[in-house]
Nanobody, 125 residues
Framework: QVHLVESGGGLVQAGGSLRLSCAASGRALISYSMGWFRQAPGKEREEREFVAAINRAAGVPNYADSVKGRFAISRDNAENTVYLQMNSLKPEDTAVYYC???????????????WGQGTQVTVSS
């Protein structure tokens, strides 16, 4: 079992950048493929949107079309941490961002077994 804690969210103006971190404890992070999801205001948990994912070996990452070219996912298995670098932020990126762990790389939220508590990102226009 792994415990995940996100940090790095905040309020930023449109066009700005933020870097989210997801620190893992318990089972080693290298045991899991990792994903970032977001839940926009007014959306239900079941409507969490896939943002990015990366496999255990930090191979070629997957991105949602809405964030391609702006966001970058990375991981440091030695530090048990996953990152999401977010550039050129837009108001529509406003959401609670969650990191999650799964055995097999996927973009499907319900396939992820472990979730953090989320970190709020607010982008003002």
């Amino acid at each position: 079992q792994v415990h995940l804690v996100e940090s790095g969210g905040g309020l930023v103006q449109a066009g700005g950048s933020l870097r989210l971190s997801c620190a893992a404890s318990g089972r080693a992070l290298i045991s899991y493929s990792m994903g970032w999801f977001r839940q926009a205001p007014g959306k239900e948990r079941e409507e969490r949107e896939f943002v990015a994912a990366i496999n255990r070996a930090a191979g070629v990452p997957n991105y949602a079309d809405s964030v391609k070219g702006r966001f970058a996912i990375s991981r440091d298995n030695a530090e048990n941490t996953v990152y999401l670098q977010m550039n050129s932020l837009k108001p529509e990126d406003t959401a609670v961002y969650y990191c999650a762990a799964t055995d097999k790389l996927t973009t499907i939220a319900h396939a992820y077994d472990y979730w953090g508590q989320g970190t709020q990102v607010t982008v003002s226009s």
